[in-house]
T-cell receptor
C-alpha cells in the first residue's frame, strides 16, 4: 500500500520567514495530494490540494509543488504569521483508493513573533 | 466549521466496555470515513462508507464496527475496549467515494479508556 514520509517533524521559524514542509510517496498510482492544518483540539482542516496533472498551485501565502517523477510534493508558506502555528499533515490518495487518504506523520510548525 | 458533526466530543470509559461514536456528514456528502489519531500511529484510516454501503476497510480491529444509516449519518462502535484504544477518532465526509477527492473532517471524539 501507499506510504507517505513527511519532513521535518518540527519546524521553528520567525514571523515573516518562509516555511517549507516536504513529503514523499511510494505509490505511483497516487494522483491527489492534500495538505491539512490541525490546531490544538480541532480536526484536520484542508488548506490546499494538488492533483497529479498540475505541477504547482498557489493560494495567497500558501503554495504546493509536485514532482511526479521523484514522487515528492511540498508545502510552502510565505510571510508566516503566529496563527500559522499548528500541525501540518500531507496526504496522498489514488482514484482506486476509494477516498482513503494515507497521511504523513505531521510537522509541528511554530512561528515566533 | 467543516460542516461535519461528531458527538460526543469527549468520552471516558473503562476497559471492557462498549461505546458508540456518531457522525453526521456535510449536507450533500454521501461518503463517511473514520480515522483514528494517536501519538504513535498518527492518522490511520479505519473504514469508509458510501451511501450506506461499506466501501473500504483499513486498519480496523475486529472489535470495532461501523455502519451508515439511510439518513447518511454514521456510527462507529468500539467494544471490549482496551487501554490502547484511547485515541482521537475523526469522521470525515466527501461528496462521492471513488477516490481523489476532498475530505472534510469533524472535530473528533477524544476517547479515554481507563
Amino acid at each position: 500500500g501507499e506510504n507517505v514520509e513527511q519532513h521535518p517533524s518540527t519546524l521553528s521559524v520567525q514571523e515573516g520567514d518562509s516555511a517549507v514542509i516536504k513529503c514523499t510517496y511510494s505509490d505511483s498510482a497516487s494522483n491527489y495530494f492534500p495538505w491539512y492544518k490541525q490546531e490544538l483540539g480541532k480536526g484536520p482542516q484542508l488548506i490546499i490540494d494538488i492533483r497529479s496533472n498540475v505541477g504547482e498551485k498557489k493560494d495567497q501565502r500558501i503554495a504546493v509543488t509536485l514532482n511526479k517523477t521523484a514522487k515528492h510534493f511540498s508545502l510552502h508558506i510565505t510571510e508566516t504569521q503566529p496563527e500559522d502555528s499548528a500541525v501540518y499533515f500531507c496526504a496522498a490518495s489514488s482514484s482506486t483508493s476509494y477516498g482513503k487518504l494515507t497521511f504523513g506523520q505531521g510537522t509541528i510548525l511554530t512561528v515566533h513573533p | 466549521d467543516s460542516g461535519v458533526t461528531q458527538t460526543p466530543k469527549h468520552l471516558i470509559t473503562a476497559t471492557g466496555q462498549r461505546v458508540t461514536l456518531r457522525c453526521s456528514p456535510r449536507s450533500g456528502d454521501l461518503s463517511v470515513y473514520w480515522y483514528q489519531q494517536s501519538l504513535d500511529q498518527g492518522l490511520q484510516f479505519l473504514i469508509h462508507y458510501y451511501n450506506g454501503e461499506e466501501r473500504a476497510k483499513g486498519n480496523i480491529l475486529e472489535r470495532f464496527s461501523a455502519q451508515q444509516f439511510p439518513d447518511l449519518h454514521s456510527e462507529l462502535n468500539l467494544s471490549s475496549l482496551e487501554l490502547g484504544d484511547s485515541a482521537l477518532y475523526f469522521c470525515a465526509s466527501s461528496v462521492g467515494g471513488w477516490g481523489s477527492e476532498k475530505l472534510f473532517f469533524g472535530s473528533g471524539t477524544q476517547l479515554s479508556v481507563l
